[in-house]
């Protein structure tokens, strides 16, 4: 399988991306996508796929750092040209945090997303990685305005409930679990995860963060672990691993366009 969110601009992953990689392919885990979050970083992801079999990279403004401007634009362009580059994002809405302040995450936000229907209209036509933490009500507005089709993107480490799953499932979008689906006190993900059709779910790490059980609270989370994530998962959905793991290919394939 594909770790499909990871972060290996981070410090804490960066000093040894073919150790972590060689690691993952002992478990299973063939490849990754690191995501960018700001439109300087996206240059460092670009580098480190074209450096490594099998890794790829997207290229966006996280909401969280939507103060950390000014945003030069172009560079996402420029990363995007790339056939290394799979994806744009992780982009969207933080209803989590004070700051920046959401006035502001929602200016970028639709700043970010003008560019990208100016560029798909001149060839440049990728799906599009969601960050959306207590935000559904406030983000799927937006995405429905742009024209861009639900299918075209996917929510990053859902950690909402089964409200939550119908609204991105009846957007049309994608969801992606990370190791937050194995922890004890977080029912309402592997209750949502139920919900989920067979060709509309994928995995992830979110690595550095979010390890999951049996590695909970360890950092840096590794790219090995999305298979523990990946097959807590088969067991919520009381599914064969083997046939759910072909599934989660079909999917990551499918939606960013790698093999």
Same mark, same amino acid.
């Given at each position: 399988?594909?770790?499909?969110?990871?972060?290996?601009?981070?410090?804490?992953?960066?000093?040894?991306?073919?150790?972590?990689? !060689?690691?993952?392919?002992? @478990?299973?885990?063939?490849?990754?996508?690191?995501?960018? =979050?700001?439109?300087?970083?996206?240059?460092?992801?670009?580098? *480190?796929?074209?450096?490594?079999?099998?890794? &790829?990279?997207?290229?966006?403004?996280?909401?969280?750092?939507?103060?950390?401007?000014?945003?030069? &634009?172009?560079?996402?362009?420029?990363?995007?040209?790339?056939?290394?580059?799979?994806?744009?994002?992780?982009?969207?809405?933080?209803?989590?945090?004070?700051?920046?302040?959401?006035?502001?995450? @929602? /200016?970028?936000?639709?700043?970010?997303?003008?560019?990208?229907? @100016?560029?798909?209209?001149?060839? *440049?036509?990728?799906?599009?990685?969601?960050?959306?933490?207590?935000?559904? !009500?406030?983000?799927?507005?937006?995405?429905?305005?742009?024209?861009?089709?639900? !299918?075209?993107?996917?929510?990053?480490?859902?950690?909402?409930?089964?409200?939550?799953? @119908?609204?991105?499932?009846?957007? #049309?979008?994608? *969801?992606?679990?990370?190791?937050?689906?194995?922890?004890?006190?977080?029912?309402?993900?592997?209750?949502?995860?139920?919900?989920?059709?067979?060709?509309?779910?994928?995995?992830?790490? !979110?690595?550095?963060?979010?390890?999951?059980?049996?590695?909970? #609270?360890?950092?840096?989370?590794?790219?090995? &672990?999305?298979?523990?994530?990946?097959?807590?998962?088969?067991?919520?959905?009381?599914?064969?691993?083997?046939?759910?793991?072909? /599934?989660?290919?079909?999917? =990551?394939? /499918?939606?960013?366009?790698?093999?």
């Amino acid at each position: 399988m594909i770790d499909t969110h990871c972060h290996l601009t981070f410090e804490d992953l960066r000093t040894d991306i073919g150790g972590l990689l !060689d690691e993952a392919a002992g @478990r299973g885990v063939t490849g990754a996508i690191t995501i960018s =979050t700001t439109t300087r970083d996206c240059l460092d992801a670009l580098a *480190i796929a074209k450096a490594h079999d099998r890794v &790829w990279c997207s290229a966006g403004v996280h909401p969280l750092y939507a103060d950390k401007g000014p945003h030069e &634009w172009a560079n996402l362009r420029r990363v995007a040209e790339h056939p290394e580059c799979v994806a744009w994002g992780e982009l969207g809405l933080d209803n989590h945090y004070d700051r920046p302040p959401r006035d502001l995450q @929602r /200016r970028v936000l639709e700043e970010q997303l003008g560019h990208l229907q @100016r560029w798909r209209g001149e060839g *440049i036509d990728l799906p599009i990685v969601l960050h959306c933490r207590e935000a559904f !009500d406030d983000l799927i507005p937006v995405l429905k305005s742009t024209g861009f089709s639900g !299918d075209r993107f996917v929510f990053h480490c859902f950690t909402g409930g089964p409200e939550e799953v @119908r609204k991105c499932l009846d957007f #049309g979008a994608m *969801i992606s679990f990370t190791g937050v689906v194995t922890y004890p006190r977080a029912p309402e993900v592997r209750e949502a995860a139920k919900l989920v059709p067979d060709d509309r779910i994928m995995v992830e790490t !979110d690595a550095p963060f979010l390890s999951p059980v049996p590695n909970r #609270g360890k950092r840096p989370c590794r790219i090995a &672990w999305v298979r523990d994530t990946a097959e807590k998962l088969a067991e919520v959905r009381r599914e064969a691993f083997d046939s759910f793991h072909e /599934r989660l290919n079909e999917n =990551t394939e /499918r939606f960013f366009g790698i093999a």
